[in-house]
């Protein structure tokens, strides 16, 4: 778990799993300040980083290579705040790491 929020207007959840060998960031909100916000009542949005790719975020994060277990504390250290979805897509390009992104809402 990265982030969340429950209000009454509002849920916010995101998290950073591992789907196989891929690093998966993904988030999704929901209520009525969405929809005030998008016109629909949720909005859901992922990040999707390959298996090569991933390899990267060890040294870059402090993690010994391989520790899958101690790279997702390091993104949860490092991004857990309202921005953190927007802010880890911003430290992958940063650091030249390609990665799948999409929304919808």
């Known amino acids: ?4 929020l429950e209000r009454d207007d509002i849920r916010v959840r995101i998290e950073a799993y591992f789907n196989g060998e891929d690093l ?21 949005y992922a990040t999707t980083i390959a298996k090569e790719e991933v390899a990267k975020l060890f040294p870059l994060s402090g993690v010994a290579a391989g520790d899958r277990e101690g790279l997702l504390k390091a993104i949860a250290g490092r991004f857990n705040t309202n921005t953190c979805f927007s802010e880890f897509r911003d430290f992958l390009e940063e650091n030249g790491i390609r990665y799948e992104s999409f929304s919808w809402a």
């Open 1 to 4: 778990m990265l982030y969340q």
């Open 24 to 44: 998966i960031v993904e988030g999704y909100d929901i209520g009525q300040t969405v929809e005030e916000y998008w016109g629909d009542s949720d909005y859901e």
